[in-house]
C-alpha cells in the first residue's frame, strides 16, 4: 500500500464518521480537527474503524498519529503492509 | 387546584405510523386510516407494527443521528414540532429555566440488542463494543439528546413509567412549572420499540403478541377476535406554559390541565388491577373538581389483549356507568398500535382537536364487539359529532402495575 493509498483508506472511515462534512479539500499536512468537526469521541470511531476493517490496532498512546493525513499516512502505511506480508 | 397557577398547552409535535403532524394525525383519525405495517424483526420474521415515517434529517445532522438513537431523533423531531407549534421565540429563553420530561417505557434495548448483535459478528472480542453504547443506552438518552440539539441548561430527564410514561410526562412538567422550577416545558413521551426484538418476544412469550394476516387489522381493542398487541414506535411532545406566561406572550392554546393522577397496583408485575384503574379515574376527577358526567371525551388505554381491555372496561364501567350520557368513549391503538412510552401523549393529541370540531373519533376494527367491553358511549368504526366537548379523560397503565388518568378541559380564558 502506498501512502495515498493509505490516506484514501483513512478518508473512507471519516467520510462514514463525518457525514456532513465536505472532504474535498483536506489539507493533508494541517490537523483533522482544524478542519472538519471530530471530537474525542470520533477519533475513537477512528481508531475503531481500523481495528474493524483493516484489523490495525492503534495503542492509546499513539493517538496523536492520526492528528493529520500526512501523520495517518506516515504512521498507518507500514502496519498496512505489515499485515499485507503476513496474509 | 385553586391556588395553584393554571398549566396550558401551547404547542403540539408528534410522529405516529399514520401522521407526522397533528393535522395528519387528526385527518387518519378521523378517517379511519391504520398505520400499522409489516415489518421483519430479527429472530421472529414479520410482524405488525407501527412505523413512524418522519424525516429525521428535517432538524438533525447526519452525525446527530449516526452517534445518537432512534429514541434521540424521535425527541428531537417532536420537540422542534412542538416549538414551531408554539410559536415561542426560542432563541430569546433563558435556556435554564426550560425543563424536558420525556416519558419512556425502556430505553437501552435497541441499542444493547444491536450491539450484541454486531458483536457476534467479532466472535463476541469486547474490544469491538462500541464506545458509543453507554451515552446510547442511559436512561436520560433522549431527554439529553434533545437538550444538547437545542442547547436547553435546565433539567432534562426521562421519566420512567412503562406504558403510563407518555401521561407522567405531562403530569410532571406541569408539577415542576406549578413548582416555579421552570418556565416552559417540552414534555411527553417516545418509544423506539419495535427496533428491539426483545419486546416482542416478551409480548410473545406472555401470549400478548397480535398476529393478523392483515396487520392493519391486528390492533383491534375490544374486538372479539383480538390477540394481542402491536408494538409501535412514535412520540408526542408538548409545550406546557403557566398560562400567564402564555397570555403574555399571546400564544394559541389548545387545553387546560385540569387534573391528573398517578397511582400503584401493588397486586402483579403484569396483570392489571380494574379496581385501582377505577380508583386512579375518580381521584383525577377530585382534583379537577369534576363528577364523571363532566367527562366527555374518555381515551382508553385498551392495548387489543383479550383480558386488559376487559378489565378496563370494568374499571371504566365502574366509574362512568351511571348517568353520564354525554361521556363517549374511545381508542387510538386500533390505528397506531400500543406506542409505548409515547401512547399516552400520542393518544390525548389525537383527541385534543375535538375542543374545537366536536368530533369524537373512533376506535377501528370492531367487527364482532366483546360484549364484555360494550361499554355504554363507545364510539365504534365511525366519528361520532356530539354536542358538547368540555373535558377529556386520558388513561394510560404499566407494567407493574403503574396507572395514570389526565385530565384536559377545553381552554376558557
Known amino acids: ?87 | 387546584m385553586p391556588s395553584l397557577p393554571r398549566i396550558v398547552i401551547t404547542g403540539v409535535g408528534l410522529t405516529a405510523p399514520n401522521g407526522d403532524s397533528l393535522p395528519e394525525f387528526r385527518g387518519n383519525l378521523l378517517a379511519g386510516v391504520s398505520g400499522v405495517e409489516t415489518i421483519e424483526v430479527r429472530y421472529m420474521g414479520p410482524q405488525p407494527a407501527g412505523v413512524c415515517h418522519f424525516d429525521p434529517l428535517k432538524y438533525q445532522k447526519k452525525k446527530e443521528m449516526r452517534v445518537g438513537t432512534r429514541a434521540g431523533s424521535i425527541s428531537i423531531y417532536c420537540a422542534r414540532e412542538a416549538l414551531a407549534d408554539s410559536g415561542v421565540d426560542f432563541p430569546s429563553l433563558p435556556k435554564d429555566r426550560v425543563g424536558i420530561y420525556i416519558g419512556c417505557t425502556e430505553h437501552g434495548n435497541v441499542e444493547t440488542e444491536n450491539e450484541v448483535y454486531a458483536l457476534s459478528k467479532f466472535n463476541y472480542d469486547v474490544k469491538f463494543w462500541s464506545h458509543y453504547h453507554n451515552p446510547r443506552t442511559v436512561a436520560n438518552n433522549p431527554a439529553g439528546e434533545t437538550s444538547l440539539h437545542l442547547g436547553v441548561t435546565g433539567p432534562a430527564y426521562t421519566i420512567g413509567a412503562a406504558c403510563a410514561a407518555g401521561n407522567l410526562g405531562l403530569i410532571h412538567a406541569a408539577q415542576m412549572l406549578r413548582l416555579g422550577e421552570v418556565d416552559f416545558a417540552l414534555c411527553g413521551g417516545v418509544s423506539e420499540s419495535i427496533r428491539t426484538f426483545g419486546i416482542f418476544a416478551g409480548f410473545k412469550s406472555q401470549g400478548a403478541l397480535a398476529a393478523h394476516s392483515d396487520p392493519q387489522r391486528a390492533s383491534r381493542p375490544f374486538d372479539k377476535a383480538r390477540n394481542g398487541i402491536v408494538v409501535s414506535e412514535g412520540g408526542c411532545l408538548y409545550t406546557l406554559e403557566r398560562l400567564d406566561d402564555a397570555h403574555r406572550r399571546g400564544a394559541k392554546v389548545y387545553g387546560e390541565i385540569a387534573g391528573y393522577c398517578v397511582n400503584s397496583d401493588a397486586s402483579d408485575y403484569v396483570l392489571p388491577n380494574p379496581g385501582r384503574q377505577a380508583e386512579c379515574m375518580r381521584k383525577a376527577l377530585a382534583v379537577a373538581g369534576m363528577g364523571p358526567s363532566d367527562i366527555h371525551i374518555v381515551n382508553t388505554h385498551a392495548t387489543s389483549t383479550p383480558l386488559g381491555d376487559i378489565q378496563e372496561c370494568q374499571a371504566m364501567a365502574a366509574v362512568f356507568g351511571g348517568d353520564c350520557p354525554d361521556t363517549w368513549i374511545n381508542n387510538t391503538k386500533s390505528y397506531i398500535g400500543h406506542a409505548m412510552g409515547a401512547a399516552g401523549a400520542l393518544e390525548l393529541a389525537g383527541n385534543l382537536p375535538a375542543f374545537g370540531d366536536l368530533v369524537v373519533h373512533p376506535t377501528i376494527n370492531v367487527d364482532d364487539l366483546d360484549p364484555e367491553c360494550a361499554l355504554r358511549g363507545l364510539v365504534v368504526n365511525q366519528p361520532r359529532k356530539v354536542g358538547r366537548v368540555d373535558a377529556i379523560l386520558n388513561n394510560s397503565f404499566g407494567m407493574l402495575g403503574i396507572n395514570s388518568a389526565l385530565i384536559v378541559k377545553r381552554f376558557v380564558g
Open chain 1, 1 to 87: 500500500m502506498t501512502q495515498d493509498q493509505c490516506k484514501a483508506a483513512v478518508l473512507a472511515i471519516i467520510a462514514d464518521i463525518a457525514p456532513d462534512e465536505d472532504l474535498s479539500d483536506i489539507k493533508p499536512d494541517v490537523r483533522l480537527r482544524d478542519q472538519i468537526d471530530l471530537d474525542s469521541m470520533d477519533f475513537l470511531d477512528i481508531v475503531m474503524e481500523l481495528r474493524k476493517r483493516h484489523g490495525i490496532e492503534v495503542p492509546e498512546a499513539e493517538y496523536g498519529q492520526l492528528a493529520s493525513l500526512d501523520s495517518c499516512a506516515e504512521y498507518l502505511t507500514p502496519k498496512f503492509n505489515a499485515l499485507a506480508a503476513k496474509s
